[in-house]
């Protein structure tokens, strides 16, 4: 594969970590209405249950910046980068559904008139899968050369 053609891979995947990050931090995770006066509640990164969000996000800034070193300068980074990627990805994957199921339980204790998952979750269980599957199949096609 053509030199540019992998920048340009490199690329989109740093792009696809970048926004899943950028909309795990700025974007609620979930959201809720409690009560009879329709109280409004949101899991973000500013709250106390954002705990989880934040882990999350911190991985695929870290995603993002090894794509963005290896568009800029592939030959700066380790062999062992690719394995580190896919692990931090499957990481990510991982505190969103916890991150998730957290916000279910929540759910049953609150009992609330109704509930969303967020562009958050959506956001960090898309860049997430996306990366993972986009870095393993390049892995077994030896499109990923470091």
């Known amino acids: 594969m053509e030199n540019q ?10 792009a696809i970590n970048l926004i899943g990050a950028v909309l795990l931090i700025a974007t609620p995770f979930g959201a809720w209405v409690t009560g009879p006066s329709s109280n409004y509640h949101s899991i973000n990164a500013g709250t106390i249950y954002g705990l989880l969000i934040i882990p999350g996000a911190l991985l695929l800034f870290f ?3 090894v794509f963005i070193i290896q568009f800029v ?74």
Do not use: H
């Open 73 to 146: 300068a592939p030959e700066k980074l380790p062999e062992i980068t690719k394995n580190l990627i896919i692990s931090f990805s499957l990481t990510c994957f991982i505190v969103c559904i916890l991150g998730t199921i957290s916000f279910e339980i929540l759910q049953v204790i609150d009992k609330p008139l109704m509930w969303w998952l967020g562009a958050g979750f959506y956001g960090c269980i898309i860049s997430s899968s996306a990366t993972t599957i986009l870095v393993f199949i390049f892995q077994k096609k030896e499109l990923w050369n470091i």
């Open 63 to 65: 995603c993002a910046a």
């Open 5 to 14: 053609q992998k920048k340009v891979i490199y690329g989109i995947l740093a």
